[in-house]
């Protein structure tokens, strides 16, 4: 069964502050990989997705994830957080040929100004 | 486009009452995922559904709700009796099959329904 872990679960950093959250999922095989973004009071929003080819991925709004498969991980980074990055981060992952998606138990980020 | 659609958008309930949710993924659309979300909790996967069948419900509590996707209509999520502990934020998702690929896409979730049980 595949499984998500996300390590932070509360991350407090300054504006212009540089911003990695990490992720593990557990399943060995091919797997889609994914980071959604919820601001608050909405629902979940693609920040960007891995499926396959390079393994450094470029999202919206600044954010890249890069997925290591030797460490089964799938990190999000972003060099500058702005007060608007203030969400939840949830990891998930798919597995290949399988439709189910596994969410981490997701990040919260607060930016302070 | 019109992306996932849920409502009612907050749901109201009477300890015993059942409650009824509803989801219609994005147009061509044929896989619909339920999710719950508690505080602190993250997002607990609850169910997938493909048209008329029950792909994965190993999240689904065994009493009190079932899931269904018709071949009309909306996904519907459904809790009868519902308790206090119920209360949360459920959330659908939907995907399907890139026109030119045939490759899947990402989950695309909609506003959730907020049910709160008193």
């Known amino acids: 069964a595949q499984s998500v872990s996300q390590h932070n679960h509360h991350v407090i950093l300054s504006e212009a502050a540089s911003l990695e959250l990490g992720c593990n999922y557990s399943?060995?095989?091919?797997?889609?990989l994914f980071w959604y973004v919820q601001y608050p009071g909405q629902h979940l929003q693609l920040l960007l997705k891995?499926?396959?080819?390079?393994?450094l991925v470029k999202g919206i709004k600044g954010f890249e994830a890069e997925f290591i498969k030797s460490k089964f991980s799938f990190n999000l980074r972003k060099p500058s957080v702005q007060w608007s990055d203030t969400a939840e981060y949830f990891c998930?992952?798919?597995?290949?040929?399988?439709?189910?998606?596994?969410f981490g138990i997701g990040t919260k980020l607060q930016v302070i100004p | 486009n019109a992306g996932v659609m849920q409502n009612p958008r907050h749901l109201v309930r009477r300890r015993g009452q059942e409650a009824r949710l509803r989801c219609s993924p994005m147009?061509?659309?044929?896989?619909v995922y339920w999710y719950r979300q508690l505080p602190e909790e993250g997002l607990k996967f609850m169910v997938y559904l493909q048209k008329e069948n029950i792909i994965d419900e190993s999240g689904m509590p065994k009493e009190r709700f079932s899931a269904e996707f018709p071949k009309e209509g909306p996904s519907i999520l459904r809790i009868q009796q519902v308790v206090r502990g119920d209360s949360a934020a459920y959330f659908c998702a939907s995907s399907g099959l890139h026109i030119t690929t045939f490759s899947n896409t990402e989950a695309f979730f909609g506003q959730g329904t907020r049910l709160t049980v008193v």
């Open positions: 399943y060995g095989g091919t797997v889609n």
């Open positions: 998930a992952v798919r597995s290949g040929g399988y439709q189910k998606v596994t």
């Open positions: 891995y499926f396959s080819g390079d393994p």
């Open positions: 147009k061509g659309h044929s896989h």
